[in-house]
């Protein structure tokens, strides 16, 4: 939402016109896309797919310096752990997409991602929708909002998630996660408890075909033109060593060409990959399961 860095002067013009926008715009949920407007991207998105932002330890500092803006000091939390707080989200969308983030991040509004004016940068938090009960958990990577009382500011595809990005804005409860108690919980949870009747019958179950666990893949583009989505795919394979490909949806009649690389076995050549992108300013790559 907003890059706050050196250039105070361009923090504000940024913010500015951030601002000018939102008063030109009740919410955030438009549906097409508008010369100068934020809003949502053109065709249909299922957000469904989109995996929860998956918290890990940040081992450098964290962005966590004050700041001043429209008169306003804001000082940002050093941990956001044992952060609890419920008030109104919005979201951003098209305007912002592919612009870089506070703490440098590209932002994807594919992503699980959001915006908040004191949580560390970067760190997680969880996110949950009072109205529905809906819950996502997101990467904060990006300063803001600073329009009305907003708490925080999602990505495109976590308003979807939530279920919000049509009426632009929903009151929320933003919980900050500590990654190392997180990932355990997960675990923990993922682990099944077997009973004596359990080891009973092992044998028998144990011959049954095991569930196929989904595979990672980075998702750079969603292109139309079949053409363009090859010569993307020509670009990407001469920065990465993993395999890039083009796959053809289902849409009708002008089906949407997906240039995706991968499979990746583990997280680390997930992050690999999209620093590689990132640098190449390739695209916004965002990580999808098949």
């Known amino acids: 939402m907003l890059c706050l860095g050196s250039n105070n002067g361009g923090a504000l013009i940024r913010a500015v016109v951030l601002l000018a926008s939102a008063l030109m715009l009740v919410a955030c949920g438009s549906s097409s896309t508008r010369p100068g407007t934020d809003g949502a991207p053109r065709g249909h998105f299922d957000a469904s797919s989109v995996p929860d932002a998956i918290p890990r330890a940040h081992k450098g500092p964290v962005k966590s310096t004050p700041y001043t803006l429209f008169g306003i000091k804001y000082y940002p939390l050093s941990t956001a752990v044992g952060y609890d707080k419920e008030g109104t989200a919005s979201w951003y969308g098209t305007k912002f997409h592919g612009h870089k983030t506070a703490n440098g991040e590209t932002y994807n509004m594919y992503g699980m991602s959001a915006a908040h004016k004191t949580l560390p940068l970067p760190s997680y938090a969880r996110v949950t929708n009072l109205a529905n009960g809906k819950t996502v958990v997101v990467r904060v990577n990006d300063r803001g909002p600073f329009h009305g009382d907003r708490l925080i500011d999602m990505s495109y595809a976590a308003a979807r998630k939530l279920g919000f990005y049509g009426k632009g804005t929903a009151r929320v409860r933003v919980e900050g996660?500590?990654?190392d108690n997180y990932n355990a919980r997960q675990m923990q949870q993922s682990t099944p408890v077997r009973s004596p009747a359990a080891k009973v019958t092992a044998k028998p179950v144990a011959s049954k075909p095991e569930a196929k666990h989904p595979r990672m893949f980075l998702q750079v583009a969603a292109l139309q033109n079949q053409q363009?989505?090859?010569?993307?795919?020509?670009?990407?394979?001469?920065?990465?060593?993993f395999p890039v490909s083009v796959i053809e949806g289902s849409e009708r009649p002008a089906p949407l060409h997906r240039v995706r690389i991968g499979p990746f076995t583990t997280l680390q050549?997930?992050?690999?990959?999209?620093?590689?992108?990132?640098?190449?300013?390739?695209?916004?790559?965002?990580?999808v399961y098949e």
Not at 228 to 241: D, I, K, M
Not at 269 to 287: C, F, I, M, W
């Open 228 to 241: 363009s989505a090859q010569n993307l795919q020509q670009r990407l394979s001469s920065v990465t060593r």
């Open 177 to 179: 996660i500590d990654p």
């Open 269 to 287: 050549e997930v992050e690999e990959v999209k620093q590689q992108v990132d640098n190449a300013a390739l695209g916004a790559s965002h990580l």
